[in-house]
């Protein structure tokens, strides 16, 4: 829980992912409720908690002055009243302990501390209705969720297991027969003496949760689990609109989504989960420069790391929330492996790692890989993987999750030592050799993560560093004073970066935007084994070589040609102009023959905190190059 004690801490504050300020000083100026506090406090509560602040006035350059609440009690009474209203918010999370008045200077503060609420209490919605009052928080702003965002909340609150549902009108005739038989060798050859591997296929599929009867209403038939695990392409594609599963192997250590080697359904095999187990861990196993170890006498071909890497991949697919919209995706490269699954954590990530709490999204399919000797039931799928590459003195995995442009989850594991020849010899290079051996191990280690990681956070080196948090700030601080990092954000959402990092390039988290390239996700059979992994975009010039209006000028065209023209039209034709390509403020004046001022104050300003614009360099704003795309793009880029 952040604190605030004094001018100096206010003066550091800015809203962030998990900070949120408001003035509430009411009609009267005596102090009153603001209306857009309850879209904060069930976006912070579907999102990953946040603290509140009543009484502070934002400033344009977005820092806050001190103006307090003068009637702190009423304030506080209605506050409770509202939250206790279950016509006004759906739940209640809070204890009175993380509601108090804070004074500062002789004036007084409310802070509001708001958790996260647990899967069984999500969605926090307010005014009576999740589909028009359900919030996220994106960046500094709420975010209001769509109809199908909503739905997958609700689907997450009332179902254990997302994969039991029996499909009405599916049948073993949507199976893929080579699939069920390689599946049904393979547990014979783990348990030769069980009786299930006497009975038929139907009864087998019974037995294993593959399919399933209804007792209440007698309905019977494959489930969701048995479909995916064993189904025919275009079957799955029915019940599954979205399903997509990717694996590309990338020829260097760079987030461009050039690939040698790809799988993907593509009409020569089945397309369903099990195959592409099979096939994948084939690929990421082939050539692992892991010695092999000895076990008495016998050699073990086994390792550690082949195990951390089944696991990551059977993870993977029985965590995916198959009606999201991310696909599937499995990377390998020379330096890392990445998984990507659509859908966020269901558990915290901190608990995950630990192996302390377990609450599998699709039960049955996890049943179905652990008959076969695949995966864990205990939560220990993740600490597996973590020793596996605690092994070979790697980088500690990654595990993230993301809400944009598309819900999932990412692991990254980094075939990298702590701190690689490579990097010390940047470090050495870019800061100078006298500076870096003045470096304590510490330091030398956080320098290291960022040069590798691109950005770190104080989570993500929690985990890398036996560190005490209070001392792992201090060295930050540190950094920061002496210019070898760079700080952006505040509270959880702060990140470092290296000052001598090119935000053009090296500012990209490992799972960025041209890490996962999905442009391919609508697969053309006949250009499969094309390897340059993207489609081009429109042209961004304003020229065209007929000699006619460009693309973005006949865009541009319902403004530009007229001197007076409403807001709504403008900001449609800012969304357009920045779908395919990021445009500069100078590009959107030019285009739409406005001044730089208006463009950047009355549409840019608003449009950016209302998520329907993003940076392209999200981590400076004042970036020489920066420039806007639209939050219709982000969301495409996942598709």
């Known amino acids: 829980m952040l604190e605030l004690n004094s001018l100096t801490d206010i003066a550091a504050l800015r809203e962030s992912v ?27 509560a579907n999102t990953s908690g946040g603290d509140i602040f009543l009484g502070l006035k934002e ?18 009474e209605d506050f409770w009243n509202n939250l206790n209203n279950p016509q006004k918010v759906s739940f209640n999370l809070l204890r009175d302990s993380m509601v108090t008045v804070i004074t500062i200077e002789g004036m007084r503060l409310i802070h509001i501390h708001v958790p996260q609420a647990s899967r069984q209490q999500k969605p926090v919605f307010v005014n009576n209705n999740p589909l028009t009052g359900t919030f996220k928080r994106l960046g500094s702003g709420d975010m209001k969720l769509q109809r199908d965002a909503v739905s997958r909340l609700l689907a997450e609150q009332s179902e254990e297991s997302r994969d039991a549902e029996i499909l009405v009108g599916y049948s073993i005739e949507d199976l893929d027969l080579d699939s069920l038989r390689v599946y049904r060798n393979m547990y014979s050859t783990r348990a030769p003496d069980h009786p299930w591997n006497k009975v038929d296929n139907q009864e087998f599929l019974i037995q294993i949760g593959a399919w399933r009867r209804d007792r209440v209403s007698g309905v019977s038939g494959l489930t969701r689990a048995g479909l995916l695990m064993f189904g025919q392409y275009r079957p799955i594609m029915d019940a599954f609109p979205n399903y997509m599963v990717d694996y590309q192997e990338r020829p260097e250590a760079k987030t461009e989504a050039r690939w ?11 397309g369903n989960v099990f195959d592409f187990y099979q096939k994948v861990i084939r690929k990421l196993t082939a050539d692992l420069k892991v010695p092999f170890t000895m076990q008495g006498d016998q050699r073990q071909d086994d390792t550690l790391v082949h195990k951390a890497l089944r696991e990551a991949l059977v993870n993977t697919l029985i965590h995916a929330d198959y009606s999201g919209h991310a696909s599937i995706l499995v990377v390998k490269r020379p330096d890392m492996f990445g998984f990507r699954n659509p859908g966020l954590m269901r558990v915290a990530i901190e608990s995950a790692v630990q192996g302390s709490e377990s609450d599998c999204r699709n039960r049955i399919l996890q049943n179905l890989f652990r008959f076969v000797g695949l995966g864990e039931n205990a939560g220990s799928g993740l600490p597996k993987i973590f020793d596996g590459w605690k092994s070979q003195h790697w980088r500690q995995p990654l595990l993230k999750e993301k809400a944009v442009p598309n819900d999932q989850t990412l692991l990254e594991l980094h075939a990298l030592s702590l701190v690689p020849e490579k990097t010390i010899h940047f470090l050495r290079e870019s800061i100078g050799s006298k500076e870096f051996d003045c470096l304590n191990e510490t330091e030398r280690l956080i320098l290291a993560t960022a040069h590798i990681e691109g950005t770190v956070d104080h989570r993500r080196l929690m985990q890398v560093l036996d560190i005490h948090p209070k001392d792992l700030s201090a060295t930050f601080s540190g950094l920061i004073e002496r210019s070898l990092l760079l700080q952006e954000g505040a509270g959880r959402g702060t990140i470092y970066f290296l000052a001598q990092a090119r935000l053009s390039d090296d500012i990209k988290e490992i799972f960025g935007d041209d890490f996962f390239d999905d442009s391919k996700k609508v697969v053309d059979f006949n250009t499969l084994t094309d390897s340059s992994g993207g489609l081009s975009g429109r042209s ?36 357009e102009l920045c779908q395919d390509k990021a445009c500069t403020l100078g590009e959107l004046a030019s285009l739409l023959k406005r001044s730089t001022n208006v463009i950047r104050k009355d549409y840019l300003q608003p449009m950016l905190k209302a998520k329907q614009l993003f940076y392209k360099y999200p981590t400076k704003p004042n970036h020489p190059e920066q420039a806007y795309r639209s939050a219709k793009e982000e969301l495409e880029n996942d598709h």
Request: charged fraction near 30%; hydrophobic fraction near 35%.
């Open 18 to 44: 998990d900070i949120e300020c408001k003035l509430a000083q009411g009609r009267d100026g005596k102090g009153g409720l603001p209306n857009d506090l309850w879209e904060t406090y069930s976006a912070f």
């Open 540 to 575: 961004g010039g304003f020229n065209n070589s007929s000699g006619g209006l460009s693309e973005l000028q006949l865009l541009a065209e319902p403004v530009a040609s007229k001197k007076k023209v409403s807001k709504e039209v403008v900001v449609k034709t800012i969304l």
């Open 59 to 76: 400033n344009k350059d977005l820092s806050f002055d001190l103006r307090g609440v003068e009637n702190a009690e009423k304030v506080l």
């Open 260 to 270: 040698i080697d790809r799988i993907v359904p593509d009409g020569t095999w089945s």
